[in-house]
């Protein structure tokens, strides 16, 4: 079994840096999470108040999981347009969404273009992420 060590995308003529580059990185293969919490949060509870006292928190329960749900759902609106800006089409688009969320190979991947096409979508989709999120 031959292991190949992961290599960092090089972005310094994007202007982003390594650090910068692993941090959407990592911001990116919480999609399924993200997903996953907003898909679980689609009615808001109701308030039930114990009697007990609490901390400095917000109160409100409903609320709380309102501001959660919020903060999932623009983060996953952020990926999926940058993903929408960097592809030209619907098949590049669900192979960059697999590789940048899921850490799935290009080799094994049904991609309909060639590997370095593909790759420089892959560095514009992380550039126009990182102006998105504000890192550029």
Same mark, same amino acid.
């Given at each position: 079994?031959?292991?190949? @060590?992961?290599?960092?995308?090089?972005?310094?003529?994007?202007?982003?840096?390594?650090?910068?580059? $692993?941090?959407?990185?990592?911001?990116?293969?919480?999609?399924?999470?993200? @997903?996953?919490?907003?898909?679980?949060?689609?009615?808001?509870?109701?308030?039930?108040?114990? =009697?007990?006292?609490?901390?400095?928190?917000?109160?409100?329960?409903?609320? #709380?999981?309102?501001?959660? #749900?919020?903060?999932? *759902?623009?983060?996953?609106?952020?990926?999926?347009? %940058?993903?929408?800006? %960097?592809?030209?089409?619907? /098949?590049?688009?669900? /192979?960059?969404? @697999?590789?940048?969320?899921? =850490?799935? $190979?290009?080799?094994? *991947?049904?991609?309909?273009?060639?590997?370095?096409?593909?790759?420089?979508?892959? #560095?514009?989709?992380?550039?126009? *992420? /990182? $102006? @998105?999120? =504000? $890192?550029?």
């Amino acid at each position: 079994m031959r292991i190949t @060590k992961k290599r960092d995308l090089i972005l310094d003529d994007f202007g982003i840096t390594q650090n910068t580059y $692993r941090e959407l990185y990592y911001f990116c293969r919480q999609y399924q999470e993200k @997903k996953q919490k907003l898909n679980s949060m689609i009615g808001l509870s109701a308030v039930s108040y114990g =009697g007990m006292p609490h901390g400095s928190d917000i109160s409100d329960p409903t609320v #709380r999981q309102a501001i959660i #749900r919020e903060s999932c *759902l623009c983060d996953v609106e952020q990926i999926e347009s %940058a993903l929408l800006e %960097a592809t030209d089409c619907r /098949a590049h688009y669900t /192979a960059l969404l @697999k590789n940048v969320t899921q =850490g799935i $190979r290009f080799d094994n *991947l049904t991609v309909f273009c060639g590997r370095n096409q593909f790759f420089r979508m892959r #560095r514009k989709f992380f550039f126009i *992420l /990182a $102006r @998105k999120r =504000g $890192r550029v």
